[in-house]
T-cell receptor, first 112, second 116 residues
Framework: GDSVTQMEGPVTLSEEAFLTINCTYTATGYPSLFWYVQYPGEGLQLLLKATKADDKGSNKGFEATYRKETTSFHLEKGSVQVSDSAVYFCALGSSNTGKLIFGQGTTLQVKP | GAGVSQSPRYKVAKRGQDVALRCDPISGHVSLFWYQQALGQGPEFLTY????????KSGLPSDRFFAERPEGSVSTLKIQRTQQEDSAVYLC??????????????FGPGTRLTVT
């Protein structure tokens, strides 16, 4: 069945460091891919999405490119801030089904 | 506008009690989802409604779990005879799309259920 695998955390970085959180997927068909973020004490929020191969999603300085050849959707940011500290979830959604399938989440801690 | 709201935000139940969790989706959103999130894990799909029709309930873990959306807006997730393994955060999400997996889902704050 469809699945998503994320790199394990926690990831601890200093402010202004470069961030990569790896995400790979297994899916039949042509899923859409999403990154969601959960800030402390808040609900899940959509960070960015890509709906087809080679699409790049971007928001708030974060980017991820839908790579069909490597079945990956890695999240990157060039310069993280303390306010980026949160749990990040990679997810896939098939147009054939209603559900999102999530990875296990990666905790990011950014220190000043 | 208003986002997805859920109530109660916290619920403590004794083992064997029945609980009902409510979700108010974004107005006009056709699709509604329930997910279960265990501590330190990603959300896992429970069930999906398109308007009032329950199109997928493959993720419901047992027949103690039941969901409804009778008028195509508010939804209730009911858990009968709660067990300790039911302790989790229950998330509701809604989406404007009918092919819901391709559209972003907007999540509520969740209901944290603790079964003692």
């Amino acid at each position: 069945g469809d699945s998503v695998t994320q790199m394990e955390g926690p990831v601890t970085l200093s402010e202004e460091a470069f961030l990569t959180i790896n995400c790979t997927y297994t899916a039949t068909g042509y899923p859409s891919l999403f990154w969601y973020v959960q800030y402390p004490g808040e609900g899940l929020q959509l960070l960015l999405k890509a709906t087809k191969a080679d699409d790049k999603g971007s928001n708030k300085g974060f980017e991820a490119t839908y790579r069909k050849e490597t079945t990956s959707f890695h999240l990157e940011k060039g310069s993280v801030q303390v306010s980026d500290s949160a749990v990040y979830f990679c997810a896939l959604g098939s147009s054939n089904t209603g559900k999102l399938i999530f990875g296990q989440g990666t905790t990011l801690q950014v220190k000043p | 506008g208003a986002g997805v709201s859920q109530s109660p935000r916290y619920k403590v139940a004794k083992r064997g009690q029945d609980v009902a969790l409510r979700c108010d989706p974004i107005s006009g959103h056709v699709s509604l989802f329930w997910y279960q999130q265990a501590l330190g894990q990603g959300p896992e799909f429970l069930t999906y409604f398109q308007n009032e029709a329950q199109l997928d309930k493959s993720g419901l873990p047992s027949d103690r779990f039941f969901a409804e959306r009778p008028e195509g807006s508010v939804s209730t997730l009911k858990i009968q005879r709660t067990q300790q393994e039911d302790s989790a955060v229950y998330l509701c999400a809604s989406s404007s799309g009918r092919l819901a997996g391709a559209y972003e889902q907007y999540f509520g704050p969740g209901t944290r259920l603790t079964v003692t």
